[in-house]
């Protein structure tokens, strides 16, 4: 009897001690379904917790990034009809600079510091994410991924649009050899010259006429009057151009719609009217000039208006639907879970890298390292002045957003 009781004890000690060890080890079982505690930052969210009030501010937060959105893109897309705002004007260069810092901010600032928060959350394993700074080399990879494909895009329009030269030389070498067999020596040798020649020539031509006045109006080859050669040779470099805005465009589009789901989707699964109320007013600034610079590449990029109007609608159109997605499944979706927390911060990372790579390369360094900026003292005076007061502008909404 006496062992009964004994066997019962120890049965019922082993019990406790098993029912304490798994009440303080939920995620050995895979209890732990929510994550939002003080250690994961659920519960400073909590305090402000009103979800009809953040249902509400979510519409508002959808109308107005919305027509902030169209606004923006809409804006370049339309006024390159008009005088005041043609895309080749000073204001647009300058509002474009504007614009391209809004673009870098949002990279360094905003997108880098969200994904490093996402992925040194308590939440995630110490193992490996708190090990390797994974938010950088997410950054690095996207950014050299993107100048591949920047690289690409460029090469396969040129083939696409027919502007290999080498072909195209070869080509008119062959016809010129052809029409010229009855021409005396002299006259043979010369002209040959001038067609082989005629890149080196138009360069030469160029880099002389950038010794005057007129090379800083961007017309000097235009304004003199010059033979085929030179002006095939500028019918090629306005191709090259125009390849150029076609990729630029693609790619910033690309960029900006992978991080505009992102905070789209963040800003409509939080039920914190707090958390929302900056946000509407930081995403609708942020999505404005995102447009306007995105749009300003799709008008030089002179696109067809229906594949401009698709581009147009696709941008503006990304963060609304991820507001709208977020919204839907906020009741089910727990942003401090790992798995969506590694989501974010990893789009985060890349995104980023996209966004500073084209605001650098693609918008900063094309116009300011351009022969029209650099013959321009005023025009290089404000658009700079503008360049830094977007990016400072867009790095002081981090206080709120």
């Given at each position: 009897?006496?062992?009964?009781?004994?066997?019962?004890?120890?049965?019922?000690?082993?019990?406790?001690?098993?029912?304490?060890?798994?009440?303080?080890?939920?995620?050995?079982i895979?209890?732990?379904?929510?994550?939002?505690?003080?250690?994961?930052?659920?519960?400073?969210?909590?305090?402000?917790?009103d979800?009809?009030?953040?249902?509400?501010?979510?519409?508002?937060?959808?109308?107005?990034?919305?027509?902030?959105?169209?606004?923006?893109i809409a804006?370049?897309?339309?006024?390159?009809?008009?005088?005041?705002?043609?895309?080749?004007?000073?204001?647009?260069?300058?509002?474009?600079?504007?614009a391209?810092?809004?673009?870098?901010?949002?990279?360094?600032?905003?997108?880098?510091?969200?994904?490093?928060?996402?992925?040194?959350?308590?939440?995630?394993?110490?193992?490996?994410?708190?090990?390797?700074?994974?938010t950088?080399?997410?950054?690095?990879?996207?950014?050299?991924?993107?100048?591949?494909?920047?690289?690409?895009?460029?090469?396969?329009?040129?083939?696409?649009?027919?502007?290999?030269?080498?072909?195209?030389?070869?080509?008119?070498?062959?016809?010129?050899?052809?029409?010229?067999?009855?021409?005396?020596?002299?006259?043979?040798?010369?002209?040959?010259?001038?067609?082989?020649?005629?890149?080196?020539?138009?360069?030469?031509?160029?880099?002389?006429?950038?010794?005057?006045?007129?090379?800083?109006?961007?017309?000097?080859?235009?304004?003199?009057?010059?033979?085929?050669?030179?002006?095939?040779?500028?019918?090629?470099?306005?191709?090259?151009?125009?390849?150029?805005?076609?990729?630029?465009?693609?790619?910033?589009?690309?960029?900006?719609?992978?991080?505009?789901?992102?905070?789209?989707?963040?800003?409509?699964?939080?039920?914190?009217?707090?958390?929302?109320?900056?946000?509407i007013?930081?995403?609708?600034?942020?999505?404005?000039?995102?447009?306007?610079?995105?749009?300003?590449?799709?008008?030089?990029?002179?696109?067809?208006?229906?594949?401009?109007?698709?581009?147009?609608?696709f941008?503006?159109?990304?963060?609304?639907?991820?507001?709208?997605?977020?919204?839907?499944?906020?009741?089910?979706?727990?942003?401090?879970?790992?798995?969506?927390?590694?989501?974010?911060?990893?789009?985060?990372?890349?995104?980023?890298?996209?966004?500073?790579?084209?605001?650098?390369?693609?918008?900063?360094?094309?116009?300011?390292?351009?022969?029209?900026?650099?013959?321009?003292?005023?025009?290089?005076?404000?658009?700079?002045?503008?360049?830094?007061?977007?990016?400072?502008?867009?790095?002081?909404?981090?206080?709120?957003?």
């Amino acid at each position: 009897m006496f062992f009964f009781e004994d066997l019962w004890q120890v049965l019922l000690q082993y019990l406790v001690e098993k029912t304490r060890f798994f009440s303080e080890n939920k995620s050995f079982i895979g209890l732990s379904k929510s994550m939002t505690n003080s250690t994961c930052g659920g519960a400073e969210s909590d305090l402000c917790r009103d979800e009809s009030a953040a249902f509400v501010l979510k519409f508002i937060a959808m109308a107005s990034i919305l027509l902030a959105g169209m606004a923006g893109i809409a804006i370049p897309l339309i006024g390159k009809h008009r005088r005041f705002l043609k895309t080749d004007g000073n204001l647009f260069v300058a509002a474009k600079a504007f614009a391209a810092g809004v673009i870098l901010a949002t990279g360094f600032v905003h997108m880098l510091s969200d994904a490093t928060k996402a992925l040194n959350s308590p939440c995630l394993p110490e193992f490996p994410w708190s090990k390797f700074p994974f938010t950088g080399f997410f950054a690095m990879m996207a950014a050299l991924f993107t100048l591949l494909l920047d690289f690409v895009g460029t090469q396969y329009y040129e083939r696409k649009q027919g502007v290999n030269r080498t072909v195209e030389e070869q080509a008119r070498v062959g016809t010129l050899e052809e029409g010229i067999a009855g021409k005396v020596f002299g006259e043979e040798e010369s002209g040959g010259m001038h067609i082989v020649g005629m890149h080196a020539h138009a360069a030469h031509h160029r880099h002389n006429h950038a010794h005057g006045n007129e090379a800083c109006d961007g017309h000097g080859i235009v304004k003199e009057e010059h033979d085929h050669a030179h002006a095939h040779a500028l019918l090629t470099a306005d191709e090259e151009t125009d390849v150029r805005h076609v990729v630029v465009s693609q790619v910033l589009e690309l960029g900006i719609v992978s991080h505009s789901v992102i905070i789209g989707l963040s800003l409509g699964v939080s039920q914190s009217p707090c958390a929302i109320r900056p946000l509407i007013a930081a995403l609708s600034f942020h999505q404005f000039f995102e447009g306007f610079a995105l749009g300003g590449c799709i008008s030089q990029a002179q696109f067809k208006t229906s594949s401009a109007t698709i581009m147009a609608c696709f941008f503006a159109l990304t963060t609304p639907i991820g507001v709208g997605i977020g919204t839907g499944i906020a009741s089910v979706y727990n942003p401090y879970s790992p798995g969506a927390l590694i989501a974010e911060g990893i789009l985060d990372s890349l995104s980023a890298g996209i966004l500073v790579y084209m605001a650098l390369v693609d918008l900063i360094a094309a116009d300011f390292l351009s022969k029209r900026m650099s013959c321009n003292f005023r025009l290089q005076l404000v658009s700079y002045c503008m360049l830094f007061l977007g990016a400072g502008l867009m790095s002081s909404l981090a206080i709120w957003a």
